[in-house]
């Protein structure tokens, strides 16, 4: 449990890391929204700022005058019980408040955080790390969504440069073989998790392997040659049809150019690495690349009971190399953070015994819970205290714009 | 394990009753297509004929020869390992072949089966019992799709006569207590099963609750009355997306006449029985419920250990009542085949272990899991001979044609 | 001006040619709604009963007992002033009334109205003219709507035997010059005519030139081998769009066999005759024509002038070739009647002075005067006496389901 | 005719009205795109500047270096002749090049093109003087798409400030008479006109007469009053689609603050002027509403007739107020020009002889000729040097974003 000396210099360091992310990024480039999925930079700045405004100032600081209140109206994602709220996929059209409004937003928020936590109020303390845990979120998602928007844009801009690391060819593929059992699932009571990764409980595990890496740019360039994107039979019905709808053909920023693959990235278009893990795939192509390799996706559990007791290391946000690279080091599992989230083959679902949030944040977590996959572990851009064995995170899996990769498991 | 004789038999008795389901469908009933997820009763006549010829006797007798090549595109469902086939939202386009064609279809595909099953090819054996049980799935399609057919016509015409069982209301509803533990799910070995209820495995289960009965129609009118369909916060995200798209206020076939409401079904327009399961609701609407009424749905897991042991009553398709209806009789465990399929909070996906069939079949059942969820029991138009513990139904969340209700759970 | 023994013997004529249009047709062909700007054959049969019992019979005869109240409602086509209606995209999922019914419901109808005809009452001989000429549109529409329904079958069924008229060769193509001026534009007094076409009145025409007969498939062949269908610059914006969202490369019923260019007509699959006019292209696709050609479509008026004085003969439906046939005998303008409607540059609007019908069937016509084109003319299924020069069909500028071909215009 | 001075006069004055209009936007505003039928700002910015380097200064000047290779793709609006370009609905994802980028091209162009006015080069004249007034198009459709974009803005911003008109009550509407005849039509050769404003030609008129200013606000909202959005007997079929579609139940600006009318504008929210002229409808709109009155929309020869010899005087751009106002003075027919463009019942179609522009501007105009209406007259945002009578305005029918109303006429 951080101090509030910690905690206030925490906040601090989360808040001006939203900044540090937008250093190279012009008004223009965080006004604009390039799909209904996806949110302008600026919004995720204001909606950041909303969060502490609507679930700490205005809860708890009886005299806080908010700093606008249409706002509030604007900066919520999708709290039904906090009221209306400006339609998702117009978030883009958002010209004002300017930029320029928002930053002044940003730091009247602050100051009277700051304030707040210099009262060192005991019972909003886990609502503040929430709050500094959703901001993580909003920066990794921040740069997802700028990827997704550069991604349109003829002339390829790299706006986070990055050391030009040669490209070089993966080590071979190792499986690892665990017992199962009965084990634990979930977070343990010590340090911060959501709702969704509680209550921890017991379930009964097959015994199964696990690859010791994730799927590599080269063992995807043997799937594409061996006609993987093109056998209906290697696919999910609906994996099939999106597959066919949108005409896939390789993971989603590749590019050929001069006959070369190259990946579009946060640092432009470069060629692509063999040895770095696959990323941008849905969980449609994951799940047809196992098939493929005669294995398949492994669920949540059997990732966590796995990769748990790994070290949290690797790349991340606040060391980023703004892509999957390769392996650095070599662990037992090796890149479970810090490279791709892993797909895993479990739809995201309430443990037993969830009880969603109480008041307020009820929303955060549970409503989702239908039509989504898991992925665990962490990629290049999420922030490294995002990162912890039991973390969930979850989408459609018809969606790419993710860090999204896969690691390999089988019956042992 | 059937006898030869047994086995005749039974394909006699089976392809008998589909036919059988028709006596009162015109030729016109037969050919309408009314949406793309419902399918014509021409084309589930010749579905289930073209799976007997391209499965069994196309593989295995020499010297067949197809009754029309042509249907073997026409009458495909979704085989991508057999070829090419017609585009499955214009099913309804298929005016030619005729009824009578089809039927003729059929009497030729009985003519060489009884042939073959006089030769009693023990190879065989479970590739037409398999076919079977597919036909019995499409008999219950049948009069699922008919229904939503006839629901879009002014003149509400009841195709399938029944007794007015006079409104009644619901017992009071008791739950029952489960210890829970490591517990055995799956299909055990003896009497036949789909390769997705296999294998028998051991999962774990927390101690829980489940209710004695489905949810009625009673309390389904105390859920609308207390603005269950207005509240965001009780639904799912999905959820409320689909119920403000549709504008759901009701199950699918409830229609208010002279100010009370009735229910459409295969026997026309009847006041709303008060007693009966409530039924055509989609998953969202079930899960809405359950969170309304402080409890939740079951995972599928626990459906299947609590009531496995449960004798298999109720009405079924062979002594059938066309609708749900109020109990009959007293179980612990009541009502869990015959009247309603009860949505699972369990998505449908592979068991640990699952191998997919071998061969053709291998695209029955496995690449549909995602996206989907678990039904479990069976309806009052399901053939008896389908009900069994381990069946596994599935369906999209969204979805509400088919004969679908729910039972509450609850930790214990 | 019919005698009243004339428009009884007229009526009957007429109500009996629709029956016989259907005498190839099964009940199942005749329910199914194949796209929703199509209707089915049994939908067309009761709609036209339903005219008369609405806009004649119920207004006029005061003891009328409708056949049943819910075919007002079921049959109604588009007419906001007597009531709501059945979805137009639904008309397909009317498989009750079943054919049986609306046969009864065609008799029941014509028994009134030949009782009423032999009251001859003067002050509906128009009303019952404009039943029996929207009848007459109607079974140019039911073949239409039947062969679109048939071309999505597999089997290409020819359900209107015709003799194989061996393929040749058109003739060379002429222009024939006309002076313009000062003409008179629009029905004439005598003789039946729609709302649409009237007032007779002025118009001033620059002197242009004519093609003696419609565009050939021969002609149509160049355009497609001289990449007609790839070159934006010869199409109108909104053309090339449709152009590319349907992929557009040849009319909408040819389709290669063998090598070989075929044509799908109401008499199957036949090779396509060269010297046959175009037929089933879109506005957009005769426009695009007409510019490689270096020339242009006619206006209306240009075609109503030149045109006006030619006989009425050709092809038509009560001695139909069943498709556009090459010409017979030979008049200064050709295949004006009989073979394809031809699409004319002039949008489909109202005359100076147009008064729509009063009453009733103020809807017929007026209401559709936005975004369609009109042609002229008349097809192999056009009855005979809907052929007149001031005839204005009209349709959208992407539709091509109907007998729709061109004629070459340019100024002089 | 321009002499070379005063036409670069000309080009400077017009160049820089169009950044003075950009004066009170920000670049985030001006990066946005709010509907695919609506542009940036700084796409705007770029697209007139890409058609001066493209069609004058690319083909003329021999040693010519583009500004850009890259922006040739990203500012061709729709030549297919000149190549591929960005998509038209994606306009809004260009963040880079940046608008500082954009404004550097802008100048780079001028540079060059003043340069080349300088030389005098009689051959280009026209070339020029078309880019010029390509340029002002680019004016209005800017302010309109602007406006379109910050009518999304809950914030209601005002960034063309203006005086607070009081709000008044328009004078009785009077008709004014004409004979008609043979009169003659389109653009003298005197003075710019774009290709579809020629051949002058002959037409012959009845008699009408014409409205002696536009419908005013005060007059539409008895529309609404009588239920006018209410009644599809006063709809074109396609229009009352839309409406329903869309659910329009006033103009497109109009919003109930408080109970009372008020109209977003360029210069904010503010209540309805009853005296101005109602603004923002659709064809389809102004076609009901003619019905209502028991009038019709005037035909553009008709309007053209009558109005061709009046003064063009009026609000326009350079003397903006930002929004319709009252008549100011009274002409003969008022309000012709600088206020609302008004529809006409005239389908946007080639003048008999029209030849489309030779060479790289075919485009500009023909292929648009269908399924648009023709505007005639101008707005209150139009430059007073597109005023003119034979001007030739045209928009889809349902369209509401322009500053579009209508004129009352009938038949004498």
Redo the contacts between chains.
């Keep these: 449990m951080e101090s509030f000396a910690g905690l206030l210099k925490l906040y601090q360091a989360v808040r001006r890391q939203t900044l540090r992310l937008t250093e190279n990024l ?7 929204q ?1 799909m209904p999925d996806a949110s302008p930079s ?1 919004w995720h700045l204001g909606h950041t700022s909303w969060f502490f405004e609507e679930f700490v100032l205005r809860e708890h600081l009886d005299d806080y005058q908010s700093f606008d209140e ?1 706002y509030s ?2 900066f919520n994602s ?1 709290y ?2 906090v009221g209306d709220r ?1 339609p998702r996929p ?1 978030r ?8 320029s409004s928002v930053l002044h937003y940003r730091a009247y928020v602050d100051s009277y955080m700051e304030k707040l936590l210099g009262e060192r109020p005991d019972s909003l303390r886990n609502r503040i790390i929430t709050g500094l845990h959703h901001e993580m979120q909003h920066q990794e998602l921040l740069l997802t969504d700028i990827l997704h ?2 991604s ?4 390829s ?1 790299a706006v986070y440069p990055s050391d030009d690391a040669p490209s070089s060819e993966p080590e071979p593929l190792g499986m690892q073989a665990y017992d199962g059992g ?1 084990v634990q699932i979930g977070a343990a009571r010590k340090g911060f998790s959501y709702d969704c990764e509680k209550p921890r ?6 015994p199964f392997r696990l690859a010791e890496r994730p799927v590599s740019n080269r063992e995807w360039l043997e799937f594409i040659a061996a006609g993987g994107y093109q056998q ?2 290697l ?6 049809q999106a597959r066919q709808d949108n005409d896939w053909q390789a993971p989603l920023y590749w590019r050929q150019v001069g006959g070369e693959w190259h990946q579009f990235g946060l640092d432009g278009l470069r060629p692509l690495n063999f040895a770095a893990p696959v990323c941008h795939v849905s ?2 192509e994951a ?1 047809a690349y196992a098939r493929w390799a005669g294995k ?1 996706l492994p669920s949540e559990q059997e990732w966590e009971h796995a990769v748990g007791a790994a070290p949290v290391e690797g790349n991340f946000l606040e060391a980023a190399s703004w892509r999957p690279g390769p392996a650095i080091g070599k662990a037992e599992i090796g890149q479970a953070y810090g490279d791709v989230w892993e797909w895993t ?3 995201y ?2 443990y ?2 969830f009880k969603p949030e109480s008041g307020a944040l ?2 955060y977590n549970g ?5 989504q996959f898991v992925l665990r572990g962490g990629s290049c851009v999420t922030p490294r205290r995002q990162m912890r064995a039991s973390y969930r995170n979850f989408f459609f ?1 018809h969606q790419r714009w993710q860090f999204s990769g896969l690691r390999l498991a089988e ?1 042992d």
Excluded: C, I
């Design positions: 012009s008004a223009e480039d965080m006004v604009v390039s600026k249409s109206h604007l999708y039904e019980a400006h117009q883009g059209l958002l010209t004002r408040p300017n930029l928007l550069l349109f844009n003829a002339l801009p009965l409980h017991q379930v009964f595990l097959q209906p039979l696919w999910l019905s609906d994996g099939w969980y449609y799940d398949r083959r479990s739809p679902m309430a037993p015994g009820q929303e409503k989702f819970m239908a039509n899996p019956d």
